[in-house]
Each structure stands twice: as structure tokens, then as C-alpha cells.
């Protein structure tokens, strides 16, 4: 009896297992689908190239946004050092229809001159970009970014920022072509761009 009890626990286990994992796979596939839901938009502001539009892009290119700040510890340089990896392994005509961007979102700090020195030790094609507050909120909102300052009164720095992480695949017209979950590798990155290219 205590056997057949062990047993049916370990299915039932094992079938809410299998339930939460088809609900993560759908959540990860709806999430990292054409845009879920989001307007995108135009996005216009200075950069580290002068002033920045989408419009700027060419017909066949796509933009990889991402929201974050330059005295971010983790995710940003690991998100930045992922386009980079991702650009390495397209050939050049693939490269040059890839426009990084980051989009700071600490104009208090990120000025474009540590913008373009920050996003200078990913590559040469990476741009910088930031705008006031009100700017970046409204352009957040669009893109489904969002962020929020948390004071640090004990570190040297003030403050950090925690902040949503996902790279967003952009034409020219402001259309999420994908949204690509973070990840410290450059698969799925690769694999959006394969379909936007």
C-alpha cells in the first residue's frame, strides 16, 4: 500500500513537472515571439553617432536594443559581450545589417562621452545612446523596459539601477521583429537574427 502511495506521489510529480515546463517553454516562446504585444515605435535620441534615428537605418538592416547603465556590475556587459559573440559569428554583409544600440537608462551618470568610451570596448559599430528621463519612460514604456533606481547610501556609487534585460530586434519603422530573452549565451540571439536577416 505505501508502495502504490510512493508511486502515485512520484507521478503526480513528475506530471506537474511536465505542466510546468510546457508553461515555462510557452511563456519563454510567447515572450521571445515578434513583439508580444509591444507598439516599439521610433526611436530618436543622442547618441554616441549624433543625434540617433531608425530611421537612419537601411532597408535591410535591424537595430538590437538594449535598455541598461554603464556602472551596471552584470547583466549589461554580459548582454553587450553576447551581441558582440552573436556579430562575430555572422559573415560581414550579415554584420553590417546589424546595428547594436544601448540605450542607457541613467542619464544622471551616462553621459554620451562614457557612453561612447563604455560601448567602445564591444566594437566599433556598437552606439550609445540616452535621453531625460521623461524620454526614456515614454520609449520604455513602448518597448515593455522597465527599470528602477535603488538608493546604495553605502557604496561609493550612490545608487543602482535594477533593470529588465531583454534585447529587442527593430526595423527601421519601430517594429519588434523579436524579443530575445537574456542569456549569457548568444544562441537565441543567433537564432533571431537567422529569421530577421
Request: charge should be negative; aromatic fraction near 8%; charged fraction near 20%.
Amino acid at each position: 500500500m505505501k508502495r502504490q502511495g510512493l508511486l502515485a506521489g512520484i507521478a503526480l510529480l513528475v506530471l506537474m513537472l511536465g505542466v510546468a515546463g510546457y508553461g515555462l517553454f510557452q511563456q519563454q516562446m510567447n515572450t521571445g515571439g515578434s513583439g508580444n504585444g509591444l507598439s516599439g515605435g521610433p526611436i530618436e535620441l543622442p547618441s554616441t553617432r549624433g543625434d540617433f534615428s531608425l530611421t537612419q537605418l537601411e532597408e535591410d538592416q535591424v537595430a538590437v536594443v538594449f535598455f541598461g547603465y554603464t556602472y551596471c556590475p552584470d547583466v549589461c556587459p554580459m548582454s553587450l559581450a553576447v551581441v558582440r559573440q552573436a556579430l562575430a559569428e555572422l559573415d560581414e554583409a550579415e554584420r553590417e545589417r546589424v546595428v547594436p544600440l544601448m540605450i542607457s537608462v541613467d542619464p544622471e551618470r551616462d553621459t554620451i562621452e562614457r557612453l561612447a568610451e563604455y560601448t567602445g570596448y564591444f566594437g566599433e559599430a556598437f552606439i550609445g545612446a540616452t535621453g531625460s528621463e521623461a524620454e526614456l519612460e515614454e520609449l520604455a514604456g513602448r518597448y515593455g523596459a522597465v527599470w528602477r533606481r535603488v538608493e546604495t547610501p553605502e557604496s561609493a556609487m550612490g545608487y543602482t539601477i535594477d533593470h529588465s534585460s531583454s534585447l529587442y530586434l527593430v526595423d527601421r519603422d519601430g517594429d519588434i521583429l523579436r524579443r530575445v530573452l537574456y542569456s549569457p549565451a548568444p544562441h537565441a540571439l543567433l537564432s533571431a537574427l537567422d529569421e530577421a536577416l
